[in-house]
């Protein structure tokens, strides 16, 4: 069984971008810039965000933080975001979700110009991945793509099932894993809460993608031996031995699935860091005008 290292992978990806970025500056380019908003204090969006700007240093971006309390208007927050649609100086930028429940996130994601939007979330962005154009796309599948790109996993013609349809990673991935191009050329299925015989179809997988944010839900039983498998989830749970008070599950129970498979994501350290990574990727796109412009 290989382990597959997000966290060196992720590391050396934004080494590479820092070097680019440099290139870039010294012959009197533009520093990428991506701004991020965040609309109260929910304390893993604190945690990511943060995350966010720190990786922005590591790849010599500017960043710009912007923090909102979570009593602000759907008007007020709309207005900023069209604030940053117009400044010539913000290559991208995302809007952290969650956001307070008064506030619509699906308008507030279709206010962001979708040349900006390095979230890959707006229908612009989401329509031309899924017919296979130049596009952001979305951090969490980007970031799973490199990792079975750059571990040479061999995909074309294999059996990938996906667990979750969300529409940040389920959709996404599915639509990734079945174009016309390497990583991809898989015959995908996708589960979720509404799915019959999901033991059975897994066990006929060669790839699993498990993103249903449901701690240890893929268990020894239902892995074929040999297959892959990339686990997304990150749940909270509590744990009085940490200082934070819990720790991330994923939706792996890791340590029996482990033996049996041939290439595995852990968590944390697996999927988690490659999808900051992926945001950079798409800033420093961005930042080029490579996509749009
Ligand atoms: N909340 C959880 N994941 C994400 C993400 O990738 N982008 C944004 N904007 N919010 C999130």
Redesign the pocket.
Known sequence: MTLIDGKATAASIKKEIAAEVEQIVSRGGKRPHLA?ILVGHDG??ET?VKNKVLACEECGFTSTLLRFEDDITEEFLLKQVEKLNNDPDVDGF?????LPKHISEQKVTMAIDYRKDV?G?HPINVGRMAIGLPCYI???PLGITDLLARYNIETKGKKCVILGRSN?VGKPMAQLMMQKRTPGDCTVTVLHSHSQNIKEECRQADIIIAAMGVPNFVTADMVKPGAVIIDVGTTRVPDSSRKSGFRLNGDVKFDEVADKCSFITPVPGGVGPM?ICS?MKNTLLAGKKAIYE
């Open positions: 991020a893993g969006s990511y995302i809007v952290q979700l969650p979230d979330f979305s951090a969490t940040i999808t945001l």
